[in-house]
């Protein structure tokens, strides 16, 4: 079986993130969307939120699943056996970063090729921080956000806005 795992912060999940599964999950038998807790970080969004989002928008794809983890990744997939690793690539401002990743993961976890897929056009400035920022002004995150889910994430990300006040 050909497992794949797609880590992430998806604080919160956007149509971006969304892109690169409904494109990856075909390409594997299983495909794991793994949200990583990073101890350092304060997200916005709790981990069990962020992983009951994604679980909204993948609800139709059969071979998609929903984790959370803390710790190394190369742990995780190598538990799991995973064949790949998957990113999603924007912009030259990723590459730097995720080529420094992704030879870290492979020397810890040589079996795991990392994958990378280049966003689709529409979603190429499309960021979870940049969905932040423009919900907590108010603004319309509705071409950034996968719809089923845009309530919730426009409700969270307003009440923010409304305690900074
Ligand atoms: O969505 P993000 O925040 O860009 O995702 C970054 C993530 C979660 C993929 C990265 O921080 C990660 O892999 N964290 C797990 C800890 C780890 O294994 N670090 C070494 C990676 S080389």
Same mark, same amino acid.
Request: neutral net charge.
């Given at each position: ?6 880590? +992430? ?17 075909? #390409? ?12 350092? !970080? ?8 962020? =992983? ?18 803390? +710790? ?12 790949? #690793?998957?990113? +999603? ?17 492979? !020397? =810890? ?14 979603? #190429? ?31 969270? =990300? ?8």
């Amino acid at each position: 079986m050909r497992i794949a795992i797609y880590p +992430g912060s998806f604080d919160p999940i956007t149509n971006g993130h969304l892109d690169i599964i409904r494109r990856a999950a075909p #390409l594997f038998d299983q495909l794991i969307v793994l949200v990583v807790i990073n101890p350092d !970080k304060r997200p916005t969004f709790s981990h069990k939120e962020r =992983l009951e989002l994604i679980q909204r928008v993948v609800g139709d794809l059969p071979n998609v699943q929903v984790d959370t983890y803390q +710790g190394l990744l190369a742990d995780y997939v190598t538990a799991k056996g995973a064949c790949a #690793l998957v990113k +999603g690539l924007r912009a030259v401002t990723d590459f730097e970063y995720e080529f420094q990743m992704a030879l870290v993961n492979k !020397k =810890l976890a040589p079996q795991t090729e990392t994958v990378f897929l280049v966003t689709s056009t529409q979603n #190429l400035y499309v960021s979870s921080s940049l969905v932040k920022q423009v919900a907590q002004f108010g603004g319309d995150i509705s071409d950034f956000v996968p719809e089923q889910i845009l309530p919730d994430v426009t409700r969270k =990300l307003s009440a923010g806005r409304n305690n900074q006040e």
